[in-house]
């Protein structure tokens, strides 16, 4: 079977163009995050960690109006982290713990 080559970096540009041009449709539109996650509901939308670092991220951008992990410091890091976990065990029921070196070790392992 052949691989896939990667997508192209003007395709990725594009993504992101539409993404832009979608969003200030929306935004004029008065559509918010929380009505589009209401109408993802009757979609088929797993929760991948991908998904949950969107999520992460969002509570990043909106603590911190900070756009990648790597500009968090350890403190920012540990409070959204915070949040985050309050909002899932709060509304779903699950906790977890932060990762310890061992389990990195572990799953790096695994890996």
């Known amino acids: 079977m052949k691989e ?4 192209s970096i003007t395709q990725n540009r594009c993504l992101h163009l539409a993404l832009t041009q979608i969003s200030t449709l929306l935004i004029e539109q008065g559509i918010d995050q929380k009505m589009i996650m209401r109408d993802l509901k009757g979609y088929d939308t797993p929760v991948t960690p991908e998904f949950l670092d969107l999520v992460f991220k969002t509570i990043m951008w909106t603590m911190y109006r900070k756009e990648s992990t ?14 985050f976990q309050r909002f899932i065990g709060e ?10 070196n061992d389990q990195l070790a572990l799953q790096a392992l695994i890996d």
């Open 70 to 83: 790597t500009k968090l410091t350890d403190k920012e890091m540990s409070d959204c982290f915070e949040v």
């Open 4 to 7: 896939e080559k990667q997508r």
């Open 91 to 100: 509304t779903y029921g699950q906790h977890i713990e932060w990762p310890s």
